[in-house]
């Protein structure tokens, strides 16, 4: 185990340990078994409390951090904010996000019971006029390094997992880290530091805040253009801004230029698709009609890698409407390669009673995929349900009253497994689909 695994360990259980202290809003401290809950005549007000954590971060250097993560590509932002020092390496990492409703809402936070922490860190006095403090999260965070590496002077904490960040050097400056999130680092002045607030939960300085710190980083890269691949996935899946786009395209059609034997793993003949599945999805998330070819390409030239990149069509799909899509869909609902079925274990016995069921293919699951995405009736596009068509064969089997009724629950509420009964089913459906993507707005 490395320095900075050994390091965030033992941050990690600092930052899980309870916290019964009169500080606990801002600050980590260390609990022993033996320590108690404050009496609530003993817990501060979040001003005093405030106050005492600025004077505990010392003369400096003082950082604050912010954080943009998003939970999944298709989910929403999150927003932290926090102020750290070598006099105070562990203070308390809050952060929320908006819903739709403009509600804020907690972080994800696997690391810990929010509902416990919330219970702990009892806040009194707190003038009813501010918004309530942002949520404290366990799994994002930051602090100092003990020895100190220049160049890696901070840990920054994402999903628990650790990475090192440089300290901007003077009062003022500035660095942008991506690791699994976005970490804009700023050394503060003096004065900064003094007029520095708690973050709170206001959604109205979530969406202003977030926009200005998108800009900034957007600008940087027009300045700068992130050349590392996993860096420049990470920044396009956390801002699905179409800047990235050209050094996606770029980086995809070179990786699909490369000869099939450099992407077979070491110990099978299967396709190493990280990369260029993880490119397709930032891609599909932001891009134009035109990257369906691309997409396409990459099918073409490694059929292994066609389907790995289903969802990612779709996707692009409905960002990009279907007017470009054809071409690429078709080749994909039309792919005959064998489609794992273990989760589909209905399937193999009810073909052992009804040889005239085809085999399920790959092209079958992106049709099955395509409906559940954009709720559509499977009916509609070929499928049919795996119990109707036991139902139909009863007399070839034996079963309970009970299998069967349940069999009847599951056909009328239409909550089964979906599979093609006929070829002549499977060709119609699919002429169904390609009708219905062409006529797909974005």
Not at 1 to 8: H, I, P, T
Not at 73 to 82: N, Q
Not at 166 to 171: F, G, Q, T, V
Not at 206 to 228: C, L, N, W
């Amino acid at each position: 185990m490395n320095k900075l695994s050994v390091a965030c360990v033992l941050a990690l259980l600092w930052l899980i340990l309870p916290q019964p202290s009169a500080n606990a809003q801002f600050e980590q401290e260390r609990a022993s078994a033996k320590d108690e809950l404050p009496r609530p005549d003993e817990v501060p007000t979040e001003e005093i409390a405030w106050k005492k954590f600025l004077e505990h971060l010392g003369k400096g250097p003082v950082c604050q951090v912010e954080i943009l993560t998003r939970e999944r590509p298709e989910g929403g932002l999150f927003y932290f904010r926090v102020l750290v020092s070598r006099a105070c390496p562990f203070p308390i990492m809050r952060g929320f996000g908006i819903d739709r409703d403009d509600k804020c809402i907690p972080p994800p936070d696997p690391r810990h019971n929010q509902f416990q922490d919330l219970k702990r860190l009892v806040v009194q006095n707190r003038n009813p006029a501010s918004p309530p403090l942002a949520f404290h999260n366990h799994s994002t965070g930051v602090w100092f390094q003990e020895p100190v590496t220049p160049g890696k002077e901070l840990t920054l904490l994402t999903d628990c997992v650790g990475e090192s960040g440089r300290l901007p050097e003077k009062p003022g400056q500035i660095e942008m880290v991506y690791h699994k999130a976005l970490f804009r680092i700023e050394h503060l002045t003096a004065a900064q530091v003094e007029k520095a607030e708690p973050l709170r939960q206001n959604a109205a300085f979530f969406r202003d805040r977030v926009a200005a710190i998108q800009k900034e980083a957007i600008a940087a890269h027009r300045v700068k253009p992130i050349t590392d691949e996993r860096l420049l996935i990470q920044a396009s899946q956390l801002f699905q801004d179409p800047v990235f786009n050209d050094e996606l395209r770029a980086k995809l059609s070179k990786w699909i230029d490369r000869p099939t034997k450099e992407l077979a793993h070491k110990d099978d003949d299967r396709f190493l698709a990280i990369i260029p599945n993880l490119l397709t999805y930032a891609l599909a998330r932001s891009g134009e009609p035109k990257d369906f070819e691309l997409f396409h390409r990459l099918a073409r030239r490694h059929p292994q890698l066609a389907g790995a990149i289903k969802h990612q069509t779709l996707i692009l799909l409905d960002h990009a409407g279907g007017a470009q899509a054809r071409d690429l869909a078709s080749d994909l609902m039309k792919n005959p390669a064998p489609a794992d079925s273990h989760h589909l274990p209905e399937y193999e016995l009810l073909r052992k009673l009804d040889p005239d069921i085809p085999e399920h293919t790959e092209g079958d699951r992106f049709l099955l995929m395509m409906t559940h995405l954009f709720k559509l009736k499977p009916a509609d596009f070929g499928l049919r349900m795996a119990e109707s068509r036991w139902l139909e064969l009863a007399d070839r089997r034996e079963f309970s009253p009970g299998e069967l009724q349940d069999m009847r629950e599951k056909v009328k509420n239409e909550s089964g497994p979906w599979m093609m009964m006929r070829e002549s089913d499977r060709k119609s459906g699919q002429e169904a689909a390609l009708k219905w993507i062409a006529g797909r707005k974005p």
